[in-house]
């Protein structure tokens, strides 16, 4: 038998021989203008001599002094480098000369904007003061006043509001009135200057007016406004209003008006008593339900320019004849220009009529 041995290649190590020297310094992230330029417009580019551009890279940002961030668009050669204003607030306005030597450095992106933060100056004027945050996100330095440091005066109720049919006079009217602390002082005052201003007395909770109040014209008021003054000043008003009634009922045909008759309307050239109560519009109010035999249903309601349209009870359009305005006296005197509507034809069944528009 023959052995056959490969041959080997076997590698002896030298010693490993002394550190090499230490490189040389590299180049810093800075340099100097070498000569002055005219700051451009936001995110346009201006071209820059500097000492050097060894350090700089494309797309990198830069500070120079007073002149604020630019970023780097082009390396021209090792003095020149084309720069873009980045725009960000504190960089020097355009049109602004950049005087060399100014320091140009290596630069990070500006973060997003934050909070204010931090207290505003103390007043300089001796005396007492609180910090008010609630007038912006720093606050002022205040005198306090009680409503700041106390509970807050409020009116928690003003009674009095009264609705009554147009003509109607209201005599000595009463007010009452409720504070979450007491005011040193309160007034009523109202839009007739009948006994007005009107100063309350301590404790403020009541008072009664001297006079009358008195209007003919549909939904007419008279705003009364109680004004209660503590560390600060808090108002509150109620309304006296007055308000036409609206009629609805059933007749003879040919009604051509009516007639007051107490709180009815009394129809004319038909026979029939239509009733209904104060109301400051009739836009969707229900009248009924009627039940005619034989018979026309009316409704009688405040002039309008554009009429009415109506429906029955199931949602249907209901005709009514085209409406007769005239000039309708209520039971106190008040002249009230009225609609008197007329179904279209005699009718049989029960329905219960709403005003849609």
Known sequence: MTTVIRPSIVRIGGVPGPSGGSGPPGAGAYTTLLADYTVPTALQNVTVNVASTAWLAVGGLVYIATAGYYAVVTIVDPTHVTLQNAGYGGNATVGTIIAHPQGVMAAGAQGPSGTASGLPLIPSTPGFYILDVVSGPIGSWVNPTLDMIGAALSITSFAGAQTVECGATITNPSFTAAYSSLPTSSTVTNTDAVDSPHNLTTPFTGVTLSGSFSKSTVNATTTFTLTAVAATTKTAAVNFTWEARSFG?????????????????????ATGTLTGPLSASVIGQSFGPYSPTAQKIYLQVPHTSTPHTFKDQNGFGFVMNAP????????????????????NILLSTPFTVSVST
């Open 249 to 269: 009922g059933i007749g003879t045909a040919g009604a051509t008006s009516s007639t007051a008759s107490g709180n009815n309307a009394t129809l004319v050239g």
């Open 324 to 343: 007769t305005t005239f000039n309708f006296t209520n039971q106190l005197g008040a002249v009230i220009s009225m609609d008197l509507y007329e179904s």
